[in-house]
Every structure is written in structure tokens, then in C-alpha cells.
């Protein structure tokens, strides 16, 4: 039986290994230098229901009576409704309000994170074509 290498195909595996590592570093130094910031404040909408603006303890007040449904009777479908949909909502909320930046880098930073991530994922996919 014949050798094969990276995605079946003969040889590749220097190529394969080469571009997983440098898309590997191009992603985390990309996602290392991104800063998240939240976005919070008294009373600020979460997000908002047919133009009504709903705030986080809006959406805790459903929680708090699903949680007393469930303590109740642990099979009560409409206690599990609340509570899961409350806290789906609560992090759907979050998230929402995150604000995504780069960090402070030079222009020559993000030039060798980008050559490394694009070029690491072109050898990695060179490395699962047929050579020959």
C-alpha cells in the first residue's frame, strides 16, 4: 500500500505542517490583538421587542418566576420555557451590546499577522491539492 500524505494526496506534509503553523499564529496574534469592551449602563435597552426597549432586569423578572415554576414542580415545561429563554436572552443581550477594537499596532503589526494567516492558509490548502 502506498504512502499518502496530508488530505490523501502524495508528499504535501512539510507544506501541511508549514501553513497550519503559520495560520495557527496568524489567528491568534489577529485575535489577540482585537480588545472587547462592554458597552454597559443603568437602565440601557438590552435590545428591543416590537420598538419597546427591554433591559437586562426586564428579562431577570421571566427568569425569576421560571426558577419558582421549577422549584415547584420540576416538570412544569412552562417554568423551563421562562428560565431557558431568559437566560438565552440575557446572553444574546451581552453579547449585543460588546464593542469589538484593535488594539494600538503599527501598520507593519498588522502586515505580518495578515501574511501570516493568508499565506499559512494558502500552504495549508496547496498541501491538500494532488501534487505532480
Not at 39 to 59: D, E, K, N, Y
Not at 86 to 99: C, E, K, T, W
Request: net charge positive; with cysteine.
Amino acid at each position: 500500500m502506498a504512502r499518502r500524505g496530508a488530505g490523501g494526496t502524495n508528499g504535501g506534509e512539510l507544506t501541511f505542517i508549514l501553513g497550519f503553523v503559520m495560520m495557527c499564529a496568524g489567528g491568534y496574534l489577529l485575535l489577540n490583538s482585537i480588545v472587547v469592551r462592554p458597552q454597559f449602563g443603568l437602565g440601557m435597552a438590552a435590545f428591543t421587542i416590537g420598538g419597546f426597549p427591554v433591559t437586562t432586569g426586564m428579562i431577570l423578572i421571566p427568569f425569576m418566576f421560571g426558577v419558582g415554576l421549577i422549584f415547584y414542580s420540576g416538570r412544569n415545561l412552562v417554568g423551563w420555557a421562562l428560565a431557558i429563554g431568559s437566560v438565552i436572552a440575557l446572553v444574546a443581550g451581552v453579547i449585543a451590546n460588546l464593542q469589538l477594537q484593535f488594539a494600538l499596532m503599527s501598520a507593519f503589526d498588522l502586515l505580518v499577522i495578515l501574511v501570516l494567516l493568508v499565506g499559512g492558509i494558502g500552504l495549508f490548502l496547496r498541501s491538500l491539492r494532488a501534487s505532480g
